[in-house]
């Protein structure tokens, strides 16, 4: 095993080991954020929120104290409709019913704002946006969606995308000799292998993830890698419709090694057709993503 090998694997927490089913795929372990419970969910007009349910990942709101804290939970809020379009939102009332400081409510705004999910206006205050107004590619964004209401929407657009995104990406890198690349393609597909022995499922997302970014990065295409973060987003998201990638297994291996060999070939139509097979639906969600076409 190479040295890259050796250090994901043994990096890996053993306590999380465990191949899970189709759909229970727990990708990313996180720290649960200190004093998490000092921010209290809200019932606004009578909401519901489980708050528990969503934001697994979350890695632009996480980990930053009560400013993150406030972005995630009004962040769900509206993803999830229960603040609905054009609803006010002010900030000291904000302020109290989550008890933080007035700063904190400000800079929580200001990060929905670049979301797109909130504006404000002089005279008119801070208000919720249409759908149509959000930055739908933001990770944060699409884990909330990803996590509540509309998560087969989000999975299965996810999924679209990745079937137009990956496979263009895979016949792209195979016209470009960067052999240091190509070397921890190879290392990502001996670190899944292994894992999969070992019933190692967190290491094995690490390495698929990674793989994926790589091959993107390979393709040398700046506007694709800049759509990167889509299927990084994909690979975290758990439950959704599931391919090759969402089922860890010995035939999910065998089109990564497809891919690593059509690469140093230099076969771009052998890259293109192993990444269609690989990103294939299984039988019971066919109606997400059309079955590959061989050129």
């Known amino acids: 095993m190479s040295t890259l090998a050796h250090t ?13 089913g189709p759909g229970e795929l727990d990708r990313y372990p996180h ?29 632009g709101s996480r980990g930053r104290g009560l400013h993150g804290q406030l972005v995630q939970q009004l962040g769900q809020m509206i993803v999830s409709g229960d603040l609905g379009a054009d609803r006010p939102l002010v900030p000291e009332e904000i302020g109290q019913r989550f008890e933080v400081s007035r700063t904190v409510v400000r800079e929580s705004l ?3 704002e670049a979301k ?40 299965r657009e996810l999924c679209e995308l990745r079937w137009t995104i990956e496979p263009l990406a895979a016949r792209l890198a195979a016209g470009h000799g960067r052999e240091d690349v190509q070397q921890r393609l ?17 290491t094995f997302s690490r390495a698929d993830t990674e793989f994926h970014a790589l091959l993107i990065q390979l393709a040398g ?39 690593v060999d059509a690469l140093a070939a230099g076969d771009a139509h052998a890259a293109e057709s192993a990444m269609r097979q690989l990103l294939v639906v299984h039988p019971e969600v066919e109606r997400v993503v059309p079955a590959p076409r061989e050129h």
């Open 31 to 59: 720290a649960e954020s200190p004093g998490v419970d000092r921010v209290a969910p809200p019932a606004w007009d009578g909401a519901e929120v489980e708050l528990g349910r969503v934001g697994r990942r979350a890695a």
């Open 221 to 259: 295409n700046r506007m694709l890698e800049h759509l990167s973060g889509i299927v990084s987003a994909a690979l975290q998201v758990s439950g959704g419709p599931v391919t090759g990638c969402d089922r860890p297994n010995e035939v999910s291996l065998s089109h990564h090694a497809r891919i």
């Open 8 to 20: 994901m694997m043994t990096a890996a927490r053993p306590t999380d080991s465990g191949l899970a």
């Open 110 to 112: 200001r990060v929905l």
């Open 116 to 155: 797109g999910l909130v504006s404000a206006r002089p005279n008119v205050g801070t208000r919720v946006r249409p759908v149509s107004d959000w930055n739908l590619l933001d990770p944060d964004i699409i884990d909330w969606r990803a996590f509540g209401p509309q998560r087969d929407d989000q999975r």
């Open 186 to 202: 190879g290392d990502m597909v001996e670190i899944m292998g292994h894992a999969i022995a070992q019933s190692d499922a967190i």
